[in-house]
């Protein structure tokens, strides 16, 4: 029983020793297959690969437009709103903007499907890596590192590595662009921004409201602290050590990847005013992006925010002021004096990517595409207005609200594009107690002054709205008369001394 004992001992031992060596020979045969990777046949397959298919570039133009439509009561025409006009462009990037908090997509090296940078979805490509090398565009000690495995992680810690040395601080230089901004899908082409989750960050941290007639600017305070850029692979085989199933990673188009990326910080502001856009532009630029923060500057900047809602973000810099949300002109000009050096508590945050074409190493231009609504305050710059104006007995008054008599009233029209006003004429209540004037083709530019004349001999003088507060009331409301004396719904305007006037707008007509 011992010998037998002894000899299945034996087998076992055998066998157990044939099985760890032919284990062995089949993880040899694996580890072989694994890296068996034909260079030539990967080089010759991404060569034969098309460009991923994109529109062609071109400007501005007209795409639909929607008839005017004129509203009715009772078969009686209420008011006129003019036609909608839509535009589209497909506008060409080299560098595209990237300012956002899910960026694991985004290092240097990292491979993406082509046609999912051109719808915004940017879906990566997870396969084994060749070893490359980084650098960074500061001056000082070795500005490079070679990543062994690239990819997320491994990339993240060289670049902390790379950072770590000590390079010498770039100069703070900072450059202010603004872009104007007509709805939602305009966004990401006056941004320059393919990628959706950049576009959503920006959209959450400029709060615009796309519902009225105004006009809306983004403007761009950015200071790059310095790239990391990779080397450049002579052939596509260049990145990769391993065999994988190319064919179905890579998809039907040649594949792009990341070759540079700036870090720096930005101050992004978003402004939505009733200003027309040269008005606005004018305002912007003369307190934000003069650069100087002086007192004309400031007191510019605080005339600008009487008329517009300001919003801003800042994107990397110092812990102080990262991610603070900010808007008046003192945290802007913190912004400036602050943070602006690179140091190792200001490394800064990724800013924007370069794209490069996996086998030709042509830099990837992104062509983003945008149909857009043009519903700003400059919109209604070629419309005219007709309405009539009235005036009814017993609607003036005081400042203790106390019925003012009148002799008569003039009522003033001036248009700045001519050199002769005409003389206004005296205009009397009729036997209803009312004053009403025609008022044909009112235009941009144009005031019209309410001068009374008072029993007691003082002459007062009311300015009505401005036009393009008065084409916003005629465009919102769903009345015939927007300011119905009759119905209690007038619109009191008031003089310097506090006096008020109560007037009537009816059958206003946008044309």
């Known amino acids: 029983m011992k010998l037998l004992n002894l000899h299945s001992l034996k087998n076992m031992t055998l066998f157990f020793s044939a099985m760890a060596l032919f284990s062995c020979k089949k993880e040899d045969a694996n580890e072989s297959n694994r890296t068996a990777l034909n260079a030539a046949q990967l080089d010759s397959y991404v060569a034969q690969l098309?460009?991923?298919?994109?529109?062609?570039?071109?400007?501005?133009?007209?795409?639909?437009?929607?008839?005017p439509k004129t509203a009715s009561l009772f078969g009686a025409p209420m008011m006129s709103v003019a036609a909608t006009h839509y535009y589209e462009q497909a506008k060409e990037y080299e560098n595209q903007l990237l300012f956002t908090e899910n960026d694991e997509v985004f290092y240097p090296g990292a491979l993406v499907k082509s046609k999912t940078v051109v719808d915004g979805s940017y879906s990566p490509i997870i396969v084994p890596r060749k070893p490359i090398t980084i650098?960074?565009?500061?001056?000082?000690?070795?500005?490079?590192v070679t990543v062994e495995n690239p990819s997320l992680s491994t990339m993240r810690a060289a670049i902390s590595e790379l950072l770590n040395k000590n390079f010498n601080a770039p100069p703070a230089n900072m450059t202010y662009n603004s872009y104007e901004v007509h709805d939602e899908q305009?966004?990401?082409?006056?941004?320059?921004?393919?990628?959706?989750?950049?576009?959503?960050?920006?959209?959450?941290?400029?709060?615009?409201?796309?519902?009225?007639?105004?006009?809306?600017?983004?403007?761009?305070?950015?200071?790059?602290?310095?790239?990391?850029?990779?080397?450049?692979?002579?052939?596509?085989?260049d990145f990769f050590n391993d065999n994988f199933d190319y064919r179905t990673q890579f998809g039907a188009e040649k594949p792009v990847y990341i070759s540079s990326?700036?870090?720096?910080?930005?101050?992004?502001?978003?402004?939505?005013?009733?200003?027309?856009?040269?008005?606005?532009?004018?305002?912007?630029?003369?307190?934000?992006?003069?650069?100087?923060?002086?007192?004309?500057?400031?007191?510019?900047?605080?005339?600008?925010?009487?008329?517009?809602?300001?919003?801003?973000?800042?994107?990397?810099?110092?812990?102080k002021l990262a991610?603070?949300?900010?808007?008046?002109?003192?945290?802007?000009?913190?912004?400036l004096e602050e943070g602006a050096t690179f140091g190792k508590e200001n490394l800064g945050v990724p800013l924007s990517y370069r794209l490069r074409e996996l086998g030709t190493n042509e830099t990837f231009k992104t062509v983003i595409y945008s149909k857009y609504l043009k519903n700003d305050a400059s919109s209604i710059d070629d419309k005219t207005l007709d309405f009539d104006l009235v005036i009814k007995r017993g609607e003036l008054r005081d400042a203790l609200g106390k019925e003012l008599s009148t002799e008569y009233y003039t009522i003033e029209r001036w248009n700045p594009k001519s050199s002769e006003q005409p003389n206004p004429t005296r205009?009397?209540?009729?036997?209803s107690g009312k004053i009403t004037k025609k008022i044909i083709s009112f235009e941009k530019g144009e005031k019209i002054f309410i001068n009374v004349k008072t029993k007691h001999g003082k002459t007062l003088s009311f300015k009505l709205p401005s036009f393009e507060e008065l084409v916003r009331a005629a465009q919102s409301s769903k009345e015939a008369n927007m300011y119905d004396l009759e119905k209690g719904t007038g619109h009191a305007i008031k003089d310097i001394n506090n006096n008020s006037l109560t007037i009537g707008i009816y059958n206003q007509k946008i044309k």
Request: charged share 25%.
């Open 50 to 67: 098309p460009s991923v298919k994109q529109r062609a570039p071109f400007s501005e133009r007209l795409a639909s437009q929607q008839a």
């Open 135 to 144: 650098s960074v565009s500061l001056t000082g000690d070795s500005p490079r």
């Open 186 to 237: 305009h966004l990401k082409l006056a941004l320059g921004a393919s990628y959706s989750g950049a576009v959503n960050t920006v959209k959450g941290s400029t709060n615009f409201k796309y519902d009225k007639e105004k006009t809306r600017y983004i403007v761009k305070i950015e200071q790059v602290f310095y790239t990391v850029d990779i080397d450049l692979p002579k052939k596509a085989s």
């Open 261 to 319: 990326i700036k870090y720096g910080r930005v101050l992004l502001l978003g402004i939505e005013s009733t200003l027309s856009k040269i008005d606005l532009e004018a305002k912007i630029n003369a307190s934000i992006l003069s650069g100087k923060f002086t007192a004309e500057a400031e007191t510019a900047y605080n005339e600008l925010k009487k008329s517009a809602t300001i919003t801003g973000r800042v994107f990397g810099g110092n812990a």
């Open 323 to 335: 991610g603070k949300t900010i808007g008046d002109f003192a945290s802007i000009r913190t912004f």
């Open 427 to 431: 205009d009397y209540y009729d036997n």
